[in-house]
């Protein structure tokens, strides 16, 4: 079974970012952080939060914090039979 997903997340910069998208994703593998960059592949992509008009835009320029979104796959690996 593959295993994918992509959450959003807000953080202040990048350590941030990488600890909660770690805790979040072990969290929901039911594994220890500590083993998850062994066992998933991650990609960050950083981007203010929404915004429909330019005014909109430049207000969330000023947040501080980023949206976050978060990419990952469960690396697979080869089991071999009994």
Known sequence: MRTSFELKIA???ITEAKELA???VGSFLEIPDNDVLDEVSLELKVSYPEGKT???IEENMDSPKLVVTVYGSVKQSVVKPF
């Open 22 to 24: 770690i805790r979040e």
């Open 54 to 56: 330019l005014t909109e």
């Open 11 to 13: 953080a202040k910069n």
